[in-house]
């Protein structure tokens, strides 16, 4: 009979044999035991635990699956933001991305030189993070929405692609890993197999399936279903070498033994990048997994570093989509939708039609420009595709099958969900209700804006909950919410006591959030998440945020004149301020700071653009002094450009100025424009019209 010692070695080889051979299958795809002989020493390893259960180690492969998920997956925020990607539809979107980079690192027009990318496909499944600690994988959560997600971990220690445990002797202390968790197309369709021949649900496509089985509570049934993962980055990191590019890390992480793709490569230029895209494309149909596109990145981080971001994506990376999916349909219907902030869009209600891995119904038509435009008629055969594999649109009407019966459609004089009268400014191409706060269709779609998981975040207050406090006319405006109690929303259909108590619950918990979350949720038209954070940054309370005007906006980053004057817009209503104010009475609260605010100064307002190397002053340090004095930095010159500061071998940059004939100033100027006096800050454009909450 073994003794412990002697058990703990074989525990200890069996489990280094297994990981060896679970790398070999899932990231090689090239396995060097039958299913047998793995079996066989899977057994053995369970026997061996089994009789020396102190043996056991959170790294062995007997423990990947778990039980059921804690409080049905908890919140993980990110220590680093797992950003989108902007999108490249055509070849000339790809070439102005690679004239940006390149103008944005200061290459020489006509010069040759060309950015070093790093390359590879766009996997079309669900995006996660993994949390290593000194060498053993401790949490696994979703992208969720970009700054937090859910936890996951019982079912990503399920996938046997993922290892427990580093392959290095001495592993950093912290190591997150990037990847995506998908389906193979193999194993989708034998997984639909199964489920038709259990009379269950069919998934729609790979990345649905493969999203279902990573959310499932019980592990047990997400280790029944094939899931695979490919790393293409690294998160935040302790203790780890030094790396000098994107294709170091890919290297780095395969030789810790996580899977990357085999078809990543560099490439130089845009003709390196479009020579890759095709080549690809090519082999798309034949890839063991769906792809939707490639992902191209400049390489050297030192470059990815001066470049930086934009919103909620980087500026040295984009995905080059392949062409959506077409099908063609009938279109039984014309009807408008009312959106939160009043837009009127026409909808084409569709026969079924399966494209792009789902069943569509309805397609949008944008506005009643492109309706005329594209001359699509109620009876019309269309071409439908889902717009960047999203949204259902229609592309264009089959004129040869057009019936004689098919009907023009006029956009609505009235809102159909409150009767106001729809205008639309001649500057724009939306259609708008007057209804504002009056409207229910706004009213609804603010509460739900409002509640979102990104805004307040109050679980239980969706869709069906907001239709039904509209109607009951138990909601006037936001702040109506935090005036509601159990007794009121039980009676409501469909919501028993305990329902009610866990909205009430919600709504209390929500009362404690941030600045960012809060004008976020307020749903000022053109102010999105990314914006609702730099103005929280920007001013660190609410009150310096009411006193701003248009001079001060201008001067937020990713703020222009548009932005600006639609929080002008809506601060300048009464009603919203005394919202607002209402809320902050019935306990709405959250931390406030001193904020960046910028000194006012010569420069507030102005947008400057640095081209060359300046004699005594380094790149971070000019753009400091640019900003402390209320400037504004941008990586590209245009007609918004104020002063262009040029200093030795300035480029394109230089050139597109005298095109433009915006001022070019060199070092001397800026210090000579930075000690002036003059306060004078932009001035305020165009005159406020009035708006509501809902608007």
């Known amino acids: 009979m073994l003794d412990l010692d002697a058990a703990r070695k074989q525990v200890t080889q069996l489990v280094s044999e297994i990981a060896r051979h679970d790398y070999q299958y899932y990231a090689l795809d090239a396995p060097s035991l ?47 933001a797992m950003l989108s990607l902007n999108n490249a539809f055509g070849d000339d979107e790809l070439l102005a991305f690679d004239k940006r980079v390149r103008d944005s690192l200061g290459f020489e027009k006509g010069a040759g030189e060309q950015v070093a990318y790093a390359v590879e496909p766009k996997f079309d499944g669900l995006a996660i993070t993994l949390t290593y600690e000194n060498g053993l994988f401790t949490q696994g959560a979703t992208r969720g929405d970009g700054y937090a997600g859910e936890n996951v971990t019982h079912n990503l220690r399920t996938i046997r692609a993922i290892p427990t445990k580093l392959n290095v002797e001495n592993p950093p202390s912290l190591l997150e890993v990037r990847g995506e968790v998908l389906m193979l197309k193999r194993d989708f369709e034998q997984l639909n197999a199964t489920q038709e021949k259990l009379g269950a649900k069919l998934f729609a496509n790979p990345r649905n399936a493969a999203a279902g089985s990573l959310r499932q509570l019980d592990a047990k049934i997400s280790a029944s279903r094939p899931l695979h993962f490919f790393a293409y980055g690294l998160g935040e990191t302790a203790g780890a070498p030094m790396l000098n590019s994107h294709s170091d890390a890919m290297k780095y992480l395969a030789d810790l033994h996580f899977p990357v793709s085999d078809l990543r490569a560099t490439k130089q230029g845009a003709a390196g990048l479009l020579a890759y895209f095709k080549e690809i ?197 936001l702040d109506d919410i935090y005036k509601l109690d159990v007794a009121t929303l039980a009676n409501l259909e469909r919501m028993a006591q305990k329902s009610a108590q866990n909205v009430i619950g919600a709504l209390a918990k929500s009362k404690h959030t941030t600045l960012a979350r809060f004008i976020y949720g307020l749903g000022i038209r053109n102010v999105g998440e990314a914006t609702a954070k730099d103005l929280a940054a920007h001013f660190g309370g609410l009150q310096a945020l009411l006193d701003a005007d248009s001079g001060v906006l201008l001067a937020i980053n990713d703020v222009g004149p548009i932005v600006a004057e639609s929080i002008l817009q809506f601060l300048s209503e009464p009603h919203n301020i005394q919202v607002i104010a209402s809320m902050q009475n019935l306990g709405v609260q959250w931390p406030e700071t001193a904020g960046k605010k910028r000194a006012a100064g010569v420069l507030l307002g102005k947008v400057l653009v640095l081209t060359g190397t300046l004699p005594n002053l380094s790149r971070d340090a000019a753009q400091a002094l640019i900003e402390a004095a209320g400037g504004k930095m941008s990586g590209s010159v245009s007609k918004k450009t104020d002063y262009v500061v040029a200093g ?29 006096n003059s306060s004078q800050a932009a001035s305020d454009s165009g005159t406020k019209t009035q708006t509501t909450l809902f608007e």
Request: with cysteine; hydrophobic share 40%.
């Open 34 to 80: 039958s299913d047998n002989e793995y079996d066989g020493l899977y057994r053995q390893l369970v026997g061996l635990e089994q009789q020396f259960p102190e043996l056991i180690t959170p790294d062995s492969p007997t423990q990947r699956v778990g039980g059921l998920a804690l409080n049905a997956f908890e919140s993980v925020t990110h220590r680093q």
């Open 281 to 477: 494309g090519a082999k798309r149909a034949a890839l063991p997994f769906e792809i939707d596109g490639v992902v191209y990145k400049v390489n050297q981080f030192s470059q990815q570093n001066e470049l930086g971001f934009i919103a909620r994506a980087p500026r040295w990376a984009i995905a080059h989509k392949y062409p959506a999916e077409e099908a063609t349909t009938l279109v039984e219907g014309i009807a408008v939708q009312v959106g939160r902030t009043g837009a009127i869009t026409p909808v084409a209600r569709l026969k079924a039609v399966f494209v792009g891995g789902v069943t569509v119904t309805n397609a949008t038509l944008h506005n009643e420009d492109e309706l005329k435009r594209k001359d699509i008629r109620i009876g019309d055969i269309v071409i439908v595709r889902r717009a960047g594999d999203v949204i259902p649109e229609v592309v264009a009407v089959d004129i040869a099958q057009r019936p004689i019966t098919a009907r023009i459609f006029s956009m609505p004089t009235v809102c159909p969900e409150c009767g106001s009268h729809i205008e639309r400014p001649a500057d724009e191409a939306v259609a708008r209700c007057t209804g504002g706060l009056f409207c229910p269709a706004q009213r609804k779609q603010a509460i739900t804006h409002f509640a979102s998981r990104r805004a307040l975040d109050i679980e239980g207050l969706g869709e069906k909950l907001a239709d039904q406090l509209v109607e009951a006319n138990l909601v006037h405006s």
């Open 648 to 676: 030795a071998e300035a480029g394109s940059k230089l050139e597109k100025a005298q095109d433009l004939k915006v001022a070019i100033i060199d070092e001397a100027g800026l210090l000579s424009l930075l000690a002036t």
